[in-house]
């Protein structure tokens, strides 16, 4: 097939684990016979300082036009909160251009990486969950107010954006255990409530063959380190989903290790994984690319529908940590930690 992919590196260590997966891509391309177009543009902070604008009208137009958009990090202290133009209203723009909406945060615990974890083994095997979160709704994205001595950040949700979302939920439960647990705080919060009453409607009436039960959001942080294998797919809300994820990164032993995906209801989607830019080893050469390259594996998935290419890549960074590469944040030895290039050697060699 012929595919166009947008490549947007980024910032800091952003420009060193796309080329990894760019390098996979092409392989995987080669290797099944398709013809893929990748165009590397300007966004984030690198944008802004070259054009004064984090997403300049050329990269939008490309990544509009794409059939899916693969990002490696935005952000740094260059430009930081007190920036006149920052790179993460960048990101929330080119979400609402794309119309995604679900943030997709597969954690598969693999087998090679238990030791990496800060969490028992015996917890982690067998652990494989989904995180489908809300992306665009809820208190980030509300009425806003600071004054002398108070501050406001206002949480609302509609019947439509939460719709949409559990139906996006659905039909990832349907293609793999058929579970779905809605996190919330419906004892204290009203958008909490409504969520609890939409979720169970649509399920009820359009997923009948999928499970729901609903959870509060604090006895669910405890669940995900004491029984992580009772999820399936977890739905929740945006604020939720955030910190919830960045727990569940911890049964995976790495940030550096999970991919992510954000949906809508078209075939375009934007791929990423779920580290920042972390400035602090930028340049350095010691990121870890495994999950930028398995956001490449979303995206053959979920926007190309390529799904024996997308497997052919998880298994090929299975295979490279089965055979003990690793980079320093996974390894238990610096000595012995490998650095961005020679992981995706690994992984290429693999594939």
Not at 242 to 247: G, N, P, R
Not at 325 to 347: C, F, P, Q, Y
Request: hydrophobic share 45%.
């Amino acid at each position: 097939m012929k595919a166009r992919i947008a490549i947007l590196a980024g910032d800091g260590i952003g420009p060193e684990v796309i080329a990894e997966a760019i390098r996979i891509i092409r392989a995987v391309g080669q290797k099944f016979g398709h013809d893929f177009t990748l165009d590397e543009l300007p966004f984030g902070g690198v944008a802004i300082d070259e054009f004064n604008d984090g997403l300049p009208e050329h990269t939008l137009k490309a990544c509009l036009e794409a059939d899916g958009v693969l990002l490696g990090a935005i952000g740094g202290p260059k430009w930081g909160p007190s920036a006149p133009v920052r790179p993460e209203a960048a990101l929330l723009r080119l979400r609402a251009e794309l119309g995604v909406f679900a943030n997709l945060r597969p954690v598969a615990v693999q087998p090679a990486l238990v030791n990496a974890s800060p969490i028992k083994p015996e917890y982690l095997e067998g652990v494989d969950l989904l995180f489908v979160r809300e992306l665009t709704g809820g208190i980030y994205f509300g009425r806003k107010l600071k004054e002398a001595g108070r501050a406001v950040d206002e949480c609302a949700y509609s019947d439509f954006e939460i719709e949409r979302v559990t139906r996006i939920a659905g039909r990832l439960a349907r293609q793999r255990r058929g579970k779905i647990t809605q996190i919330d705080k419906s004892n204290v919060l009203e958008t909490s409530r409504l969520w609890r009453v939409v979720t169970e409607r649509v399920i009820r009436d359009e997923f009948p063959d999928v499970s729901i039960e609903h959870m509060f959001v604090d006895a669910a942080a405890m669940h995900l380190i004491r029984n992580p294998r009772g999820f399936d797919v977890i739905l929740t809300e945006n604020l939720f989903g955030d910190i919830l994820t960045d727990e569940a990164a911890m049964l995976a032993g790495s940030l550096g290790v999970l991919p992510s995906a954000a949906l809508g209801d078209n075939r375009r989607g934007l791929y990423e994984p779920i580290h920042g830019s972390a400035p602090d080893i930028a340049g350095r050469g010691i990121a870890n690319p495994c999950g930028t390259i398995l956001s490449a594996a979303l995206l053959m998935r979920h926007s190309l529908h390529l799904e024996p290419e997308a497997k052919a890549i998880e298994a090929a960074v299975a295979r490279a940590l089965e055979g003990g590469a690793r980079t320093a944040d996974i390894s238990t030895s610096a000595d012995e930690a490998l650095s961005t290039r020679a992981m995706g050697d690994a992984v290429l060699a693999a594939l």
